[in-house]
């Protein structure tokens, strides 16, 4: 939601987009100044922000591996790399913001047929249900669910007040992954650019004369030391880790400080799965006996399990509540 806003501060400004006339070099004419959030982010992951040169999607290389810069970078490399691991973060399912989501949106399930619960209005109340048994009949699949419902202010009314209760004293704790450093990729453009200077001299013939052969011998001593230094530096590369950066709330301040598609991302990180199983005849206020909770590695197997996800894959970068401190 955040370049959603932007983009629309940015039209409403008048500030021209990129496909605007104004900002065309090419002779082709267009005359919305409107933004939009894809608009917004390729500009920023762009590495021309660098002032890289770029062609075919690609920074073109200079002989000694690195990127050739022509122009004045707007961003330094720090904050482009702060840039681009926010980007990468807020992409995630579990960053994105949706306005009216519902709260237990893939963390209810059905007991019976383990299918999600998905809202729906029945008599101006929101109430959750499994489509089960709408998935089996246009699967051609035996119906082996009819549909099991609860009512929806009721069910989050209860995981709320189970979550809160369990963990709501504790401090949250967000978790920052560092992307670790690694010249392989510098390394091995260095590489190519050794061979490609010695097919220059020995295969294509350039270089001729004693001035060649100098020039020659400069450009490869230059190159050989480029990959000297790589090699080193990848020696010592610092591995990738994660940081724990405490937020000075506690689940509860976190809870209240915010809206829902907020607190429904708390529940995702801390692994909840709500299991649902079928109304007992003749009962109008919800049984508690109905609902089963999980959290942590559990929560995440079981939701992962249920939506046929690989278990290790889903659980690796997982926040737990209990891992708070």
């Not at 002032?51 to 810069?69: A, H, N, S, Y």
Request: aromatic content about 6%; proline content about 4%; overall charge positive.
């Amino acid at each position: 939601m955040w370049l959603v806003k932007i983009a629309a501060d940015l039209s409403e400004a008048g500030v021209p987009s990129p496909g605007h006339s104004s900002r065309q070099s090419n002779g082709k004419v267009g005359d919305s100044k409107k933004w939009y959030a894809t608009t917004l982010r390729n500009l920023l992951s762009n590495p021309q922000l660098l002032g890289q040169v770029i062609e075919d999607g690609k920074p073109i290389l200079r002989t000694d591996g690195l990127p050739l810069v022509t122009r004045t970078p707007i961003l330094d490399m720090d904050t482009w790399h702060a840039l681009q691991d926010e980007l990468a973060r807020r992409s995630n399912v579990g960053e994105r913001r949706r306005e009216g989501t519902s709260l237990l949106r893939g963390i209810a399930y059905c007991a019976l047929c383990k299918h999600r619960m998905y809202p729906y209005v029945a008599g101006g109340r929101v109430r959750y249900r499994c489509i089960g048994r709408l998935k089996m009949r246009q699967g051609n699949k035996d119906v082996k669910c009819y549909g099991v419902s609860v009512a929806g202010k009721a069910l989050e009314d209860l995981v709320t007040t189970d979550f809160l209760k369990s963990f709501g004293k504790l401090p949250v704790v967000r978790v920052e992954e560092h992307e670790g450093e690694d010249f392989r990729p510098q390394i091995r453009q260095a590489d190519e650019a050794l061979r490609d200077l010695e097919a220059d001299r020995y295969d294509r013939g350039l270089f001729k004369g004693e001035d060649g052969a100098q020039r020659y011998a400069a450009r490869y001593a230059k190159l050989e030391e480029r990959l000297s230094d790589l090699n080193a530096m990848q020696r010592n590369a610092k591995p990738a880790g994660v940081v724990e950066v405490p937020t000075g709330k506690t689940f509860s301040q976190w809870w209240a400080d915010s809206d829902t598609a907020g607190q429904r991302d708390l529940l995702l990180n801390a692994g909840v799965y709500v299991e649902v199983s079928p109304a007992k005849r003749g009962g109008k206020v919800l049984d508690p006996s109905r609902i089963s909770i999980s959290y942590g590695e559990a929560g995440v197997g079981q939701r992962a399990i249920a939506d046929g996800a690989d278990v290790e894959a889903t659980s690796g970068g997982m926040v737990q509540p209990y891992d708070v401190r």
